[in-house]
């Protein structure tokens, strides 16, 4: 996904529906089970969909301005009375984060009509 813009996914998992489920997001790989002192983000609460089935509208940064990219894990609180808990840092647990390539300048016609031959006619 990109840096700064506004990007819903779907989350598959059970007690996604529960009251008080919300996510985190950490920088730090799997390095403890407990996320409420490594959290990156503020909350995101989820919209469930079904038992299973929760959707998200996530916008995140690079927090680091020398990278173009930056990795981050998922915490999930399933409950009100529960803390955030890592869901580890296998590859579909990652959220990759880019940086939005620059837009390139555009042009208003196509490349063909745009390069054209001027004919001169002789009087």
Known sequence: MYANKNT?????????????????LTT???????????????????LPETETSAL???????????????KFYFCIKAALNIKYI???DS???????RRQP???NSTLLPLPLQVSSRRTTAE
């Open 8 to 24: 819903t996914i779907r989350l598959l998992g059970s007690e996604l529906n529960s009251t008080g489920a919300k996510i985190v």
């Open 28 to 46: 730090d790989p799997f390095n403890q089970l407990i996320c409420d002192d490594v959290k990156d983000t503020d909350p995101f609460v989820l």
């Open 56 to 70: 998200v509208e996530l916008n995140l940064d690079i927090q680091d301005n020398q990278l173009e990219e930056q």
């Open 86 to 88: 890592h869901q580890g």
């Open 91 to 97: 590859k579909w647990m990652t959220l990759t984060v």
């Open 102 to 104: 620059p837009v390139p």
